[in-house]
């Protein structure tokens, strides 16, 4: 292959990557076995949970952001109940 489109196809997978990792509301609410409903209710009630942006009208959520959240919520249920300690 040669080494121009070798660069592009890296790039090309780079990119893949990294979008993988967004989501709209619908893949996100299927990621955390919720629904959409409870995926907007707890973005209203839990001033900690990922809020995401409006790309183009359409809310996507980083899911890494998502991940991070759910570990803090563990660890927090975790301590209140003294495991780890």
């Given at each position: 292959?040669?080494?121009?489109?070798?660069?592009?196809?890296?790039?090309?997978?780079?990119?893949?990557?990294?979008?993988?990792?967004?989501?709209r509301?619908?893949?996100?609410?299927?990621?955390?076995?919720?629904?959409?409903?409870?995926?907007?209710?707890?973005?209203?009630?839990?001033?900690?949970f990922?809020?995401?942006?409006?790309?183009?009208?359409v809310?996507?959520?980083?899911?890494?952001?998502?991940?991070?959240?759910?570990?803090?919520?563990?660890?927090?249920?975790q301590?209140?109940?003294?495991?780890?300690?």
């Open positions: 292959m040669n080494p121009i489109a070798e660069n592009k196809t890296l790039k090309e997978s780079a990119f893949k990557a990294r979008a993988a990792r967004f989501a509301v619908e893949p996100t609410a299927e990621y955390l076995d919720l629904s959409r409903w409870t995926i907007y209710k707890t973005m209203r009630v839990d001033p900690t990922p809020r995401g942006a409006k790309v183009g009208g809310r996507m959520f980083d899911l890494d952001a998502i991940d991070a959240w759910l570990a803090a919520k563990a660890a927090a249920q301590a209140e109940r003294g495991y780890g300690q």
